[in-house]
């Protein structure tokens, strides 16, 4: 039996996220880095962290034409995502990018569209669906009956570096953008329903954006089963820690919460790997007795699988090669990336007209 050739793959994007993935495929047999990419010296910073001497580049459609990749990962600014994906794609790319999927619905469908045309791949970086706790979470909450209601939000008290990085991300993104598809795929995979109509409020809370631009906004969804839900963000060094992490769910049966008490604790707002940590959940059934009392007590969950930010790229990164190895279907992936994207960027409608946004 002849081994399958290794992927030769382009790191797009140097930055947090694109070090993540480029350490993840260092760590895969089947997996080649043909060169990095960035404007900045960050390209000079990752050889070093990899201890490699992987050819850089400046210029994306450079590195392209000379490296010729089997796939590229793109970990770049958001309103660089539909271009750079179109261009991959028409050089015969597989493509893995960063959520989310374009900046507008419209620019999605474009990159849907074209790895339709190409018979190429497509993986957004949802991380949380590689969780395993997530996965159990959502599990759980489908077990609580219709219609559902789901509290969600990652506020982020986020200085220095990481301040300096959220404020270049809302040259093309709101928090509820940039973080919300995140949460709003999980919701859509908890009620398995479709949107309905789309609320939302924004605020600009300080003068280091531009006049129109936002660092808080708070959204709430209505899904045609009955299920609503709200999510919210801020980004910036006026946002407060005590309420960052929420996430809960009520149903007819109970309620589920990821209950994470370290990842909760003051100043872990803006540190990535708390993004992702859930530690336990904690089950609440509803049913009574004839006294009116709770039957069960409430579960804890301890969650023993508890992947770190650097594994979860990697599980990403495995499931990636992997659809590309086997030619997976991955149409209903890509819907649903568009789908929570269409109920984000209508909740930026939504605060920019003062009026709930209906699909």
């Not at 086997?326 to 992936?333: G, K, N, V, Y």
Request: hydrophobic share 40%; net charge negative; charged share 20%.
């Amino acid at each position: 039996m002849v081994a399958e050739a290794r992927l030769r793959v382009l790191i797009v994007g140097c930055g947090n996220m694109g070090r993540s993935h480029a350490q993840a495929y260092q760590q895969m047999p089947d997996c080649e880095i043909c060169g990095l990419v960035a404007r900045g010296d960050s390209k000079q910073q990752l050889n070093a962290l990899l201890e490699s001497e992987y050819p850089l580049f400046d210029d994306f459609e450079q590195a392209l034409r000379i490296t010729q990749p089997d796939a590229v990962c793109l970990s770049t600014w958001p309103d660089t995502h539909e271009a750079y994906a179109l261009a991959a794609l028409a050089a015969g790319c597989h493509v893995f990018l960063e959520k989310p999927l374009a900046t507008s619905v419209a620019g999605a469908e474009r990159v849907v569209e074209a790895a339709k045309q190409a018979g190429r791949q497509v993986v957004v970086g949802y991380i949380l669906r590689h969780h395993p706790s997530w996965q159990q979470f959502i599990a759980l909450a489908q077990g609580l009956g219709k219609p559902l209601v789901m509290r969600m939000n990652l506020n982020q008290q986020s200085v220095g570096d990481m301040w300096t990085v959220h404020r270049h991300l809302m040259d093309s993104l709101s928090p509820i953008v940039d973080c919300g598809v995140h949460y709003l795929d999980v919701m859509c995979q908890m009620t398995q329903a479709n949107p309905v109509s789309v609320s939302a409020i924004g605020a600009r809370l300080t003068e280091a954006l531009p006049t129109g631009r936002m660092n808080y906004g708070q959204l709430q969804v209505r899904f045609d089963d009955g299920s609503v839900g709200w999510y919210e963000a801020g980004w910036g060094p006026m946002i407060s820690e005590t309420a960052f992490f929420v996430k809960d769910v009520i149903g007819p049966k109970g309620a589920v919460s990821i209950v994470a008490r370290q990842a909760a604790e003051s100043g872990q707002s803006a540190n990535v790997d708390s993004h992702t940590r859930t530690e336990s959940l904690r089950l609440h059934l509803a049913e009574l007795d004839a006294d009116q009392q709770f039957i069960h007590e409430d579960r804890w969950i301890d969650c023993q699988d508890e992947p770190d930010h650097l594994e979860l790229c990697l599980r990403e990164q495995v499931f990636f090669i992997a659809a590309i190895r086997s030619r997976q279907d991955l149409s209903q992936h890509l819907a649903d990336a568009i789908n929570s994207l269409r109920i984000v960027l209508a909740a930026e409608e939504s605060i920019q007209s003062q009026r709930t946004v209906n699909f």
